[in-house]
């Protein structure tokens, strides 16, 4: 088993910045690609970004330009720099992590852009 737990939501205004992070332990040999999914209220869950072992990244649309995804192997923790928030960037975040055929999900963060 593999636990996930996410830090560094928040309440921020429009334009600001947050940093998410998301430390895996456990279980953790041969950890593949890692991310972050969201769901903004009333809405299914969607991908924002995710990073490959190798750092190989894959970004939403929405997204790009304004989010990186970056990750250290050493510290098994993959990070999701957020910069120019949106009020449509509210939702809870969840961090997710690949391990051969499993899939893995934390409990979920609450990130809030006022405007």
């Known amino acids: 088993q593999v636990q996930l737990v996410e830090s560094g939501g928040g309440l921020v205004q429009a334009g600001g910045s947050l940093r998410l992070s998301c430390a895996a332990s456990g279980n953790i040999f041969s950890l593949g690609a890692m991310g972050w999914h969201r769901q903004p209220p009333g809405k299914q869950r969607e991908l924002v970004a995710s990073i490959g072992t190798y750092g190989m990244t894959n970004y939403a649309d929405s997204v790009k330009g304004r989010f990186t995804i970056s990750r250290d192997n050493a510290k098994n923790t993959v990070y999701l720099q957020m910069n120019s928030l949106k009020p449509e960037d509210t939702a809870v975040y969840y961090c997710?992590?690949?391990?051969?055929?499993?899939?893995?999900w934390g409990q979920g963060i609450q990130v809030t852009v006022s405007a």
């Open positions: 997710h992590a690949e391990q051969l055929v499993d899939a893995y």
